[in-house]
């Protein structure tokens, strides 16, 4: 969850193909950051796995 929201975090990737970041904050009340954060966190693990042998 989002703090201060009902919001999962899952939200933001099973919407994000079809909403933008902005349309994600609108629509469920996460924060720019908030979602930016969890963009970032996922890239960083898709990286680390990537480079595991």
């Not at 975090?9 to 969890?38: H, I, P, Y």
């Amino acid at each position: 969850m989002f703090k201060g929201t009902r919001t999962p975090v899952s939200t933001v990737f099973e919407n994000l193909q079809d909403m933008s970041v902005d349309e994600l904050v609108e629509g469920f009340g996460a924060t720019r950051e908030q979602v930016q954060a969890v963009l970032q966190l996922a890239a960083h693990s898709a990286e680390a796995a990537a480079s595991r042998p």
